[in-house]
């Protein structure tokens, strides 16, 4: 995987377009997610301006992380620039099988103590945001950096704790598959995701959908009804990803990194 890393506030500058350009997106306001997540989100995908929460739950590793991953997936192959700010640990190759374009991503592992200007620098130029939540974040920031994701048109995805989001997200349950008696191994997870908000989406929604895990994040179909009448297990919808030969081999392109000067 080809890479490089980028430091400082020049870096920033780099990546994001001038606040006063033109919206890239020739006034298409929905990003699109995947089709299994339609039904969460009140315009059936990523309404520009909007703020989208992902509830890191309890404990934080219960599938967040991969619900972020394939909320990306389809905007990202659509062509739209992505950013995840705040997690160290985030999986590139986990996001290029799942077809999230490394050369549209731009990663800062660290923002430090300037985070909320690190978020509003990629607000204005970047089309979807996803941020951890610091431990700390007033009231008053939240609501400035959702207002300015308002006016430029992003698309600004906390993952953690924030009050006032348009829409959060959250798995609240969650089963593994691939176990047998003594043997087997862990393939894939049928998961709960509810989905509560305000206006259009004040009305709670739950969803179920299969993640094979945070290794390799994939939105799997939910279960269909066999020819008999019964439930058999939804088999993986292959996704295409812009970097894959036919013959399955990944050919990622270059990854954007940010960090502190």
Known sequence: MAGHMVVGSAALAGLVRPASAPDPAGGHRILPVAPELTGLLPSRGLRRGSTIAVAAGQPRHVGGASLVLALLAEASRAGSWCAVVGVPTFGAGAAAELGIALDRLALVP????????????????????????????????????????????????????????????????????????????????????????????????????????????????????????????????????????????????????????
């Open 110 to 261: 660290n923002p430090g103590p300037e985070w909320a200007t690190v978020i509003a620098a990629l607000i204005d130029g970047v089309d979807v945001v996803v941020t951890a939540v610091p431990a700390a974040v007033s009231a008053s920031v939240a609501s400035r950096l959702a207002a300015r994701a308002r006016q430029r048109g992003s698309v600004l995805v906390p993952y953690g704790r924030w009050e006032g989001a348009d829409v959060t997200l959250q798995v609240v349950r969650g089963a593994w598959e691939g176990l047998g008696p003594g043997r087997g191994r862990l393939r894939r997870r049928e998961v709960t995701v509810s989905a509560r908000g305000r206006g259009a989406a004040a009305r709670p929604k739950e969803i179920k959908v299969w993640l094979p895990g945070d290794e390799l994040t994939r939105v799997i179909p939910r279960a269909v009804a066999s020819a008999a009448g019964g439930p058999i297990a939804g088999r993986p919808r292959p996704v295409a990803s812009p970097g894959r030969t036919a013959a399955g081999v990944s050919r990622r392109g270059a990854l954007t990194l940010v960090g502190p000067a």
